[in-house]
């Protein structure tokens, strides 16, 4: 199967304009889009991959600039100290209400392509958080976070004023949660909260835990990837999709 990649605009509410990439697949895609919210470093290759891949798979994949407010278009960090840094300095930018509204953006053009009945999401780290915190808040159908951090905390903007996982009772699609048990960004302890909250609130949920395996373990080519961890999150997602 062959799919045809593309840079697209969607005017934002706030009288912005969100840029964003698209994976759509050859044939009829699937009746389930996918919104895929990018880690610190913006609209990678590796997150641009994701998406050629979801949409090798079927699925149409929409891919959001989510720093369009304070970044140039089509820009993306390298995975360095100076990138790292960079990429922190737009976190904090990212205000929660924002956030939410490029979600909702995307929602509404995703519905209006055809054949698209519903909308998934994945995020990863820090979209990992921006992913829970939409299905907390919009109707995604189904959620998988790759290790989103802070989401016990008020350390970002995105998390604030109270903490996202405060609004948990507000998901009502399924969320797969994937994290590794040497995650130093997300300790036993928040992981434990995130599964108590999860289970109060009474959402469809499935919560996995990698053993011996570090945050950001996805990425082939970076220190804490772990090929089997990242094999079985895969086939754990495309699981998710397929009930969808």
């Known amino acids: 199967m062959t799919i045809t990649p593309e840079t697209i605009t969607i005017p934002v ?7 964003a990439y698209l ?9 389930v889009a996918v919104i895929v919210a ?15 891949a979801l949409a090798l798979a079927g699925y149409l994949a929409l891919v959001p600039e989510f720093y369009h407010r304070h970044a140039e278009p089509g820009r993306w960090l390298e995975r360095t100290d100076a990138g790292r840094r960079e990429g922190f300095a737009l976190l904090h930018q990212l205000r929660r209400n924002e956030a939410l509204a490029d979600v909702d953006t995307c929602l509404s053009w995703l519905g209006a392509q055809p054949d698209i009945q519903q909308t998934a999401m994945i995020g990863f780290s820090a979209g990992g958080h921006l992913a829970y915190l939409a299905a907390c808040q919009l109707p995604i159908s189904h959620t998988a976070v790759l290790y989103g951090g802070w989401l016990t905390t008020t350390d970002i903007p995105m998390s604030q004023p109270t903490p996202t996982l405060d609004l948990t009772p507000g998901i009502s699609g399924r969320l797969l ?17 995130i599964r108590a909250a999860l289970e109060q609130a009474d959402v469809e949920h499935e919560m996995v835990t990698y053993p011996d395996v570090a945050h950001a373990f996805f990425w ?21 999709l397929a009930d969808a």
Do not use: C, M, S, W
């Not at 509410?13 to 840029?19: I, K, N, Q, R, S």
């Not at 990018?38 to 050629?52: C, K, S, T, Y």
């Not at 220190?223 to 999150?233: E, I, L, M, V, Y």
């Open 13 to 19: 509410a706030d009288g912005t304009t969100l840029p």
């Open 23 to 31: 994976a759509r697949p050859a044939g009829r895609a699937a009746p």
């Open 38 to 52: 990018h880690e610190l470093f913006a609209v990678n290759p590796d997150i641009r991959g994701v998406a050629d």
């Open 177 to 193: 949660y994937l994290v590794g048990q040497d995650d130093t960004l997300i300790d036993r302890g928040q992981r434990g909260q």
């Open 220 to 240: 082939p080519g970076t220190p804490a990837f772990n090929q089997k961890a990242r094999d079985d999150a895969r086939t754990r997602i495309l699981g998710l």
